[in-house]
């Protein structure tokens, strides 16, 4: 009998009285709560808290507290626990290194396996599409229209269409994600730009499924952990050397994937990819040749996924990046590490909510006087886009893999 099996079975024996066994895993993350001295740095912290205030959502030491206080009562909390976005600025600045984000984790999962009542509804459609497709956005149906889709936001950014890559002997994985496979078609057109230029030997998956992020978000641990098990099988046949992502939450779930099923290789996103592997320099030498001389004054929104989840470097990547880039101007914004609202799955079921979390960030974003907003992720991208827009403002939101792309010379 293995642990897996092992747990499946005392967990059978005590379920009629409602025990639920901790995983080894499990049980550190309780104990980090355990460890809470009540001090209520995390509620200052806490950006859902600052948008829509303690009445809506009790803030993560709430979180901390209830959980340390009856462990076995997780239901308790399932008013503001779906509230949460997982941004992890209250593990940051916790004395006690309490990490809310995976209690949060924790409790959706149980809450989910024992009060599906309790679940919001807005999550059954993407559940649904998950068990379907094996993706999080329902695929598109007509695959000739997927294709005009996607030739007219090339043509609109001036991007060139390269042809999709399929092989096992490749060198590079390149994962965009399900969004950017779905919807924002555009962010993985312009990686596989990027990677081409370079001359980089890259594969894409033949068939692309979801990493599991959402799946765990919505606490369906049983579909998470199916979806990590087939994208292991996947990278380890394949056999490529390093993983590569255009987007946060894949770069920081890929990553915890990697180290879990020790796959043995890491993944990055593309922002890591190109200084590390490609170099300043080289990209310095390209972008002299660029055809976007224009001078264009940016700021810059980092994801909660990469400086909080993966690593603060991954942003420093992305500044030094925009500085080889010809006439961009950046000016960082006071609500640059800010939460935009999109993560833990807030809007499927409270826009308002994720929302409004965003509003607090745009008045931050306006007083830079930038014209462009970048972000390497397209779900940032698209949550910040549409609140500008609903906010009547100006500021023109681009996904920074694009933004990148866009800049490239043509391939001689
Ligand atoms: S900052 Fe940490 S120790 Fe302080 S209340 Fe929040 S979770 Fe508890
Ligand atoms: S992870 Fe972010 S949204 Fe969730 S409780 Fe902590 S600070 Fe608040």
Known sequence: ?????AYEYVKGTLKKE???????????VVKSVESCINCG???NHCPVVAAVG?????????IAVELSRSPPEFWSTADTIYLCTGCGTCREVCPKNVDIPEVVNLIRARIFEHRPDLVPKGFSMIREVLTEHNL????????EEKAESRDMRLEKLGLPYVEDRRTDTARVLFYPGCQAEERAQEVREAGKVILDYFDIDYTLLDEMSCCGLPAKLIGDNKTSRLLAEKMTEKVKKLGAEIVVTTC???TSNLSDLSHHYEWGIPTVHLLEFLVEMIGLER????????PRQEQVHVTVHDPCHLIRHTSRQIMDHALDILRQLPGVRVTESNAIDSCCGGGGMVSYHSGDVANAVVRENLEAIHKTGAKKLVTP????????????????????????TVFIAQRLPKKR
């Open 1 to 5: 009998m293995n642990e897996d099996e």
């Open 18 to 28: 409602r025990i639920v066994p901790y995983q080894p895993y499990e049980l550190e």
């Open 41 to 43: 740095l995390c509620i």
């Open 54 to 62: 303690l009445n809506r959502f009790s803030g993560p030491r709430s």
């Open 136 to 143: 999080a956005f329902e695929p598109w149906a007509d695959l």
């Open 248 to 250: 946060a939450g894949c």
């Open 283 to 290: 990209l310095r030498e390209v972008m002299d040749h660029s």
């Open 377 to 400: 992720c397209p779900l940032c991208t698209a949550q910040i886009e549409s609140n500008l827009f609903k906010a009547g403002s100006s500021v023109e939101v681009d996904d920074l």
